[in-house]
């Protein structure tokens, strides 16, 4: 109400009329309209102009009226650049917007974001691709993509040595198709929030997820190689890192009873790796069933039985996880354990240690309380 008192002072206009007309101005121009509209604002453009070209492009009633809404809210700060806008948006919205900036290049409109949260496992990776995670003017809540077609992209062959000889560091170690992997690609799409089009496919979405962990992944190739590793050696390792701890020191930490179980030709033994062989991995975990786990599964993932790593990673990794398992602690432990419904993990440098913190942590809970999902 006291932007529209100061408008009808600005403009010299009284009365119901001028209220009326100051109102209308501040809203859409078209409030059903889906349709994008591209806008150029020039380098030095002045509020007034800015005001002008939008009129002129329909998106707005009145240049005027943009004006002095603009040095009333102090927006002073309008960026130039390109500009998908739409009629359906009211003046305040554009205003707003044109201060975050614009491209340099005509873009295609953003229709909505996919967010792929860190730790998520290719099929639910699949499953947030049918999900608009992000409040724009579309407001429906799915996307055009199908987990079914996710799916199916992420097994085609084809695309796969597509996308291999687009990234060659990135993918030179993925793991074979007869490695005993379920997915191939499984770790190797970035845990990111990524924009999407009309035009924009499945193929593209994909690759824009491979692009992202290249990008992440760019300045450790170097590293990674000097220390005798592969690209799917750290996704692999960063995958049960990224499960087993919530900190960075715990990962850091963590990590380095992994490489010192695996210099000791010791067995893994992680929980995470049976869990993804069961297709639980990211459902909620008992500590009963966390303790009740069977280690005896005939699967290339049974890193209780087999010693070495799993074929291939059981999830995408965050950075930190990744960071941790380039660059770990160095420690002399070679057992932890991680309470599953608080996240706090206790390490151990003897079994006998690992024994004592097994019973206080875990087994003393189980017979206080049972179960409890985390």
Do not use: C, W
């Not at 290719?122 to 993509?145: D, M, R, S, Y």
């Not at 690209?231 to 715990?250: F, I, M, P, R, W």
């Not at 941790?324 to 354990?337: C, D, G, M, Q, R």
């Not at 079994?351 to 019973?359: C, F, G, L, Q, T």
């Amino acid at each position: 109400m006291t932007v529209l008192v100061l408008f009808l002072l600005g403009l010299g206009i009284t009365g119901f009329v001028g209220y009326n007309y100051v109102s209308s101005a501040l809203k859409p121009v078209d409030a059903k309209s889906t349709e994008y509209v591209t806008v150029e604002i020039p380098a030095g453009s002045s509020t007034k102009q800015i005001g002008e070209i939008l009129e002129k492009k329909g998106l707005i009633k009145n240049a005027q009226v943009f004006n002095l809404y603009s040095k009333i809210r102090s927006y002073g700060n309008f960026q130039s650049g390109y500009y998908n806008l739409q009629k359906s948006m009211d003046l305040d919205t554009i205003a707003k917007q044109l201060q975050e900036g614009g491209t340099d290049t005509p873009q295609p409109p953003v229709l909505g974001k996919i967010t792929i949260p860190e730790g998520y496992t290719l099929e639910q990776i699949a499953e947030a691709t049918t999900v608009n995670a992000a409040k724009t003017a579309n407001k429906n809540t799915k996307t055009p993509f199908s987990k079914e077609d996710f799916l199916n992209k992420a097994q085609d062959e084809d695309f796969i040595a597509k996308m291999a000889a687009k990234y060659p560091q990135l993918l030179a170690t993925l793991p074979s198709k007869d490695s005993g992997v379920k997915y191939r690609l499984e770790g190797y799409l970035f845990p990111a929030t990524y924009d999407y089009g009309k035009e924009t496919t499945i193929e593209e979405l994909i690759d824009q997820m491979l692009a992202a962990m290249n990008t992440n992944l760019s300045q450790y190739y170097s590293t990674i190689e000097s220390k005798n590793l592969t690209v799917n050696d750290v996704l692999t390792l960063a995958s049960l890192v990224e499960k087993e701890g919530s900190t960075d020191q715990d990962r850091k930490d963590i990590a380095s009873v992994f490489y010192n179980r695996l210099n000791q030709a010791m067995p893994l033994q992680s929980n995470i790796a049976l869990l993804y062989a069961q297709g639980k991995l990211g459902q909620k975990t008992t500590l009963k069933e966390d303790a009740e786990i069977d280690t005896n599964l005939d699967s290339p993932y049974n890193v209780y039985k087999k010693q070495g790593l799993m074929p291939g990673p059981v999830d995408s990794p965050s950075l930190s996880a990744i960071e941790a398992t380039i660059n770990p602690s160095k420690t002399e432990y070679l057992y932890f354990v991680a309470n599953v419904e608080t996240g706090a993990v206790y390490f151990a440098n003897t079994y006998e240690e690992h024994a004592k913190n097994v019973e206080e942590h875990v087994n003393s809970k189980l017979n206080q309380s049972g179960e409890s999902s985390n």
